[in-house]
C-alpha cells in the first residue's frame, strides 16, 4: 500500500521560503509523477506543480518565478520551495502521486502553512 | 484560456441524481478527472481517464465527456456524498494541471 507523509515548517514570515517534504513509502517511485497542490483557507484547489524520478519538472505558470521541485530519487521524496511568500500563500499544502490520465490517486495528509508577520 | 468552469453549487435530496458539470477547451483535448474533498480531509480521487472508477469507488459514482465538457453524476445521493467535487484537467502538451473551482454538492 502506498502512503505519502508529508512535512516542513508551518509558520513563516512574509519573504521567507516555504520547504516542505514528501517522502514515498511503498510502491514504485520512478514510473510515475510526483505533484504539489495547494489549497488556501475556504478557496479551491491550485495545481502548482509536478517532478518525475529523473527530475523533469512542470510548474503553475503563475508560480514558476518562485516555485522549485526537487527529487531525491534513492530516499523515495521530493520537495516543494516557494520563495518570497507572501499572505497570499497561506494554504494547506498536499503531495500527490500522479498517474496522468490516471489521476492523482494517492495523497499526503496536508500541511498547514501560515505567513504572518 | 485554460480555465476550467464548475458551477459553485448543486443541491440534490437522498435518493435521487446528482449532475456536476465542467467546462472547458482543453477538455476536447484532454481527461478529466474527479476529485472529492469533504471538510479537512485531502481530496480523494473519484473518476480517471473521464469515466472511470478507481477501486473501492461505489458504482453510483460515474463521469462523463463530450466536447468541450465533462460531467460527474451521483445516481443515488447519499447522505455520505456532501462534500466539494472538484474537476481537473491538463493543458493540450499535458505538462499543466489545472483544477475547476469547485462544487459543493448539498444532499438534504
Known amino acids: 500500500q502506498v502512503r505519502l507523509q508529508q512535512w516542513g515548517a508551518g509558520v513563516l514570515k512574509p519573504s521567507e521560503t516555504l520547504s516542505l517534504i514528501c517522502v514515498v513509502y511503498g510502491g514504485s517511485f520512478s514510473e510515475y509523477y510526483w505533484s504539489w497542490v495547494r489549497q488556501p483557507p475556504g478557496k479551491g484547489l491550485e495545481w502548482i506543480g509536478q517532478i518525475n524520478h529523473s527530475g523533469r519538472t512542470n510548474y503553475n505558470p503563475s508560480l514558476k518565478s518562485r516555485v522549485t521541485i526537487l527529487v531525491d530519487t534513492p530516499k523515495n521524496q521530493f520537495s516543494l520551495k516557494l520563495t518570497s511568500v507572501t499572505a497570499a500563500d497561506t494554504a494547506v499544502y498536499y503531495c500527490?502521486?500522479?498517474?496522468?490520465?490516471?489521476?492523482?490517486?494517492?495523497w499526503g495528509q496536508g500541511t498547514t502553512v501560515t505567513v504572518s508577520s | 484560456s485554460f480555465e476550467l468552469t464548475q458551477p459553485p453549487s448543486v443541491s440534490v435530496s437522498p435518493g435521487q441524481t446528482a449532475r456536476i458539470t465542467c467546462s472547458g477547451d482543453?477538455?476536447?483535448?484532454?481527461?478529466a478527472c474527479w476529485y472529492q474533498q469533504k471538510s479537512g480531509q485531502a481530496p480523494v480521487l473519484v473518476i480517471y481517464d473521464d469515466n472511470k472508477r478507481p477501486s473501492g469507488i461505489p458504482e453510483r459514482f460515474s463521469g462523463s465527456s463530450s466536447g468541450t465538457m465533462a460531467a460527474l453524476t451521483i445516481s443515488g445521493a447519499q447522505v455520505e456524498d456532501e462534500a466539494d467535487y472538484y474537476c481537473?484537467?491538463?493543458?493540450?502538451?499535458?505538462?499543466?494541471?489545472?483544477f475547476g473551482g469547485g462544487t459543493k454538492v448539498t444532499v438534504l
Open positions: 481537473y484537467s491538463t493543458d493540450s502538451s499535458g505538462n499543466h494541471g489545472i
Open positions: 482543453a477538455l476536447s483535448k484532454k481527461c
Open positions: 500527490a502521486r500522479n498517474k496522468g490520465i490516471d489521476g492523482m490517486d494517492v
